[in-house]
């Protein structure tokens, strides 16, 4: 079954930076658009970046451009969250996420890392 195990997680103070990686297992890899979404407490879970398969044309969050940069790797079936510049509003819980590319929306969830941004 599909598996996403998310790591990287931890304490900043704003202006800092962290790094995400999720690593992925139990399906094609490179038959699945990646994701990161997070969730602030009090909040809905809300997009943040998502990469197609090939590691192509990435988005992004308004909130994040210019300040996380998403990338793959699929000879080692990671995703990564790469994030500059952070923010006490960037402060969450951070998953990954995957979904067939071309599906409509993201089905396969990992547990979440942590995210603190102190000012």
């Known amino acids: 079954q599909v598996r996403l195990v998310e790591s990287g997680g931890g304490m900043v103070q704003a202006g800092g930076s962290l790094s995400l990686s999720c690593s992925a297992s139990g399906f094609t890899f490179t038959s699945y658009a990646m994701a990161w979404f997070r969730q602030a407490p009090g909040k809905e879970r809300e997009f943040v970046a998502a990469?197609?398969?090939?590691?192509?044309?990435?988005r992004y969050a308004d909130s994040v451009k210019g300040r996380f940069t998403i990338s793959r790797d699929n000879a080692k079936k990671t995703v990564n969250l790469q994030m500059n510049n952070l923010k006490p509003e960037d402060t969450g819980v951070y998953y990954c996420?995957?979904?067939?590319?071309?599906?409509?929306?993201?089905?396969?969830w990992g547990q979440g890392t942590q995210v603190t941004v102190s000012s």
């Open positions: 996420a995957a979904k067939v590319q071309g599906g409509r929306v993201y089905d396969n």
């Open positions: 990469i197609n398969w090939t590691g192509s044309a990435p």
